[in-house]
């Protein structure tokens, strides 16, 4: 009986499956990028997402170590422009364990 007692107190997240991200893209080895090339890659992202109705991504953009003068250039622009669409609905910093400040976490709602 006391056995039965331990398992049913084992606490658990029953959303812990909901809050991760359904898929993501990666910004590493893609080379030089061009802010259009940036916008081309997630708009064709973003359109097999709305494709298999996916509601939260995560973008891995990197942290800006490598980027000239050690500053983000990618992370910034990419969280105003997924904030200028019409069905992204969030867009934050992903979790430490996903990558933390060099991933953005994105809520789309179609």
Known sequence: MSKFKKEKNKKTNKYDNLTKPQEEFDFHDRGVLTMDDVKDLVNEFLDECK??????????????????????????????????KSFVVRVYEGRFDRGGEGTLEVVLEY
Request: proline share 6%; no cysteine.
């Open 51 to 84: 494709r298999r109705n996916l509601t939260k991504v995560l973008f891995i953009t990197g942290k800006g170590l490598h980027s000239r003068h050690g500053m983000p250039v990618i992370k910034p622009f990419l969280k105003k422009y997924l904030l200028s």
